[in-house]
């Protein structure tokens, strides 16, 4: 790679400074100018030389006597040697570096398209059964991978590709809406639910190939409730534990403080996926090449910032992938934002219709188990803290003026954090004047609020923040990345966060979460008094043993929130997912993405 990027950056370092419009000629040059374009030495100069004519790339004639100068005559297209690098990068993995490539001063433009109509080619579906090749998916992933360790999962991204590679003891089934057997194949409690005991399936094994034992189980259940702070994403999933031993090699029993029916609920959410003892020391998570390891139907060979590789895990419990290997390429900003149906990838995401999808492909919609919205830090000084200020907000919102000004075609108005099948009539959120004598009484006087946002929300926020303007708020935006907004110290700097939540199928657990999670803005932003009410509210729905009665409560304590508009609920958006007709069993899941076990290739389908 080296010895290309010095070729591309002689050639035209030299066609720019003798400004040659041909590349056809003899140009005078010295081993010292050369030496000086590439920032080395002579000597290496003169090695380079020697490597360039060896592979016919240039034509060197060096200078004879005193004043003759030496002429140099580029041979090879800096395109086709640029084009020929990235594939190979491509092939090795690393997209990133293949389009940083293209970011040379002075490189024809049209070597960018010729090589993204390449990828297309790349991506997709390869291999067929006959050839005896592995069936392999290649998809092109816009966003970065944050971590994929259960316990440590915060964003719905993350998330979606833990749940391929791991496991849990049950399983919450989201079309009977009931929890199945996973990885422990029975469980049971005592008469008020403070103990609860598991009995594991026999001949688990992990990807590494050892057998699950109790033991693994229990390691993991403990790692969720000591691993880091308060503020992180999990730990609160098992803190009225007392005690979690095993009884035998496949008996687990927890032991808790106080009644707990959701408490199976809550291992069978991710972030709690049973990974083996051996491997999860502390010691060796802490070694950046360490690959996860967990019990699902795909096991990991690949997690780098290039991307992720998925392959088929044959020694599955349950029913075992269609395809051999799923591989994900990360794409950079360069490429995601082209269109992407040009490309040929097979599969696409799509946010709000905004982009047409090939007459033959197939398409599939979701309303996400969601909500964007603003969060108020009720915990730093600021016009926020009043009542006053929140309330002017949510009269100039004009929510419906948004979904048409944004193109969010498909959205709706959000006053809750998950859609409702009979949305209730939207209150009027467009009235700057009222809003404007709210902040007179509240006693506003101009100060101005920081605001941050992550990329996904930068038309939300610039939409809100014009609308403040419009009363007179001043508003400071700051773009977050993931890793920032994960951080519960850098969130405390903000006043008002333009965020949002997503939840997985299991509704009364992840609307429990909202509240509890460490570093998720509901709860990082909320007072003492607030995090106390929540937490006693939570603990008395949990003594319930009416699976009905828990989930009505759970659904009205929205109202701790809403009486005092510490949030203001935005929009609920859709999802679509489109695809070429030949892949089948896409099943698209409530955090918008589709599970790979289930995906298959079928050639007989005629575009």
């Known amino acids: 790679m080296q010895l ?15 400004n040659f419009q041909q590349t056809d000629m003899d140009v005078p040059v010295s081993v010292e100018e050369i030496a000086g374009y590439l920032y080395c030495t002579e000597r ?87 050839s005896g090749d592995p069936e392999t998916l290649r998809l092109p992933m816009q966003m970065r991978v944050l971590t994929l360790d259960p316990v440590d999962v915060l964003f719905s991204g993350d998330l979606h590709l833990v749940k391929q590679a791991f496991d849990t003891l049950l399983y919450f089934n989201p079309e009977s809406g009931c929890l199945e057997p996973g990885l422990a194949h029975d469980w049971e409690c005592n008469e008020n639910a403070t103990v609860w005991t598991f009995y594991l399936r026999k001949r688990v094994r992990f990807h590494h190939g050892r057998e699950m034992t109790s033991a693994d189980a229990v390691f993991s259940l403990n790692r969720v409730r000591t691993l880091g702070t308060e503020a992180s994403p999990s730990r609160w999933l098992l803190e009225s534990v007392r005690e979690i031993r095993a ?19 809550y291992v069978s959410c991710y972030q709690a996926a049973i990974v083996p003892a051996d491997v999860y020391s502390a ?47 990360c794409v950079p900003e360069m490429v995601s934002e082209r269109r992407w149906q040009q490309l040929n990838f097979q599969m696409g995401k799509l946010s709000h219709s905004k982009q047409p999808a090939p007459a033959h492909w197939c398409k599939k919609e979701i309303m996400m188990l969601g909500s964007s919205m603003l969060v108020f830090n009720l915990r730093k000084e600021g016009p926020q803290q009043h009542s006053h200020f929140r309330q ?33 009539e939207q209150p009027e959120d467009y009235q700057p004047e009222r809003a404007r004598e709210l902040l007179k009484q509240g006693g506003y006087d101009g100060q101005s609020v920081r605001m941050i946002f992550t990329q996904k929300n930068r038309n939300l926020a610039e939409w809100v923040h014009a609308r403040c303007l419009e009363i007179g708020i001043q508003v400071a935006l700051q773009e977050y990345s993931y890793e920032e907004m994960s951080k519960v110290e850098r969130m405390q700097c903000a006043d008002i966060i333009v965020g949002g939540v997503v939840a997985d199928d299991d509704e009364a657990r992840c609307l429990i979460e909202m509240y509890k999670i460490g570093n998720l803005a509901l709860r990082v932003y909320a007072t ?55 892949l089948q069993g896409i099943s698209f899941n409530t955090l918008g993405w589709f599970d790979f076990k289930s995906i298959w290739y079928c050639p007989e389908i005629v575009d």
């Open 4 to 18: 290309v990027l010095q070729y591309v950056q002689l050639k035209t370092t030299i066609m720019r400074v003798h």
């Open 44 to 130: 290496n100069v003169k090695i380079l030389i020697r490597k360039m004519t060896e592979m016919a790339w240039i034509s060197w004639t060096p200078g004879r006597g005193r004043g003759n100068r030496s002429t140099i005559r580029f041979l090879a297209s800096v395109e086709d040697l640029l084009f020929t690098e990235a594939k190979m990068h491509v092939e090795q993995g690393n997209l990133n570096s293949a389009m940083s490539l293209f970011q040379i001063e002075g490189l024809d433009s049209g070597v960018m398209d010729r090589f993204l109509a390449w990828l297309g080619s790349y991506f997709g579906y390869k291999g067929t059964l006959e």
């Open 247 to 265: 009884v035998d090699r496949l008996t687990v029993r927890v032991e808790l403080d106080a009644p707990n029916y959701m408490l199976p609920h």
């Open 283 to 329: 010691q060796k998570v802490s070694d950046p090449g360490m690959l996860p390891v967990g019990t699902g139907p795909f096991r990991i060979t690949r997690y780098d910032e290039g991307g992720v590789t998925f392959e088929a895990f044959e020694n599955y419990y349950r029913e075992s992938a269609h395809l051999d290997r799923i591989e994900l390429l």
């Open 392 to 424: 002017a907000l949510q009269l100039v919102l004009n929510r419906s003026g948004m979904i048409k000004e944004l193109g969010l075609y498909n959205a709706i108005p959000a006053a809750d954090f998950l859609p409702t099948d009979s949305p209730a």
């Open 528 to 582: 003492d008094e607030q995090r106390k009410m929540f937490d006693e509210t939570i603990a008395s729905i949990e003594a319930e043993p009416d699976s009905q009665v828990r989930l009505q409560r759970i659904r009205s304590m929205q109202g701790l929130l809403s009486q005092n508009q510490s949030v203001l609920f935005l929009l609920h958006t859709t999802q679509q997912l489109v695809y070429s007709p030949h």
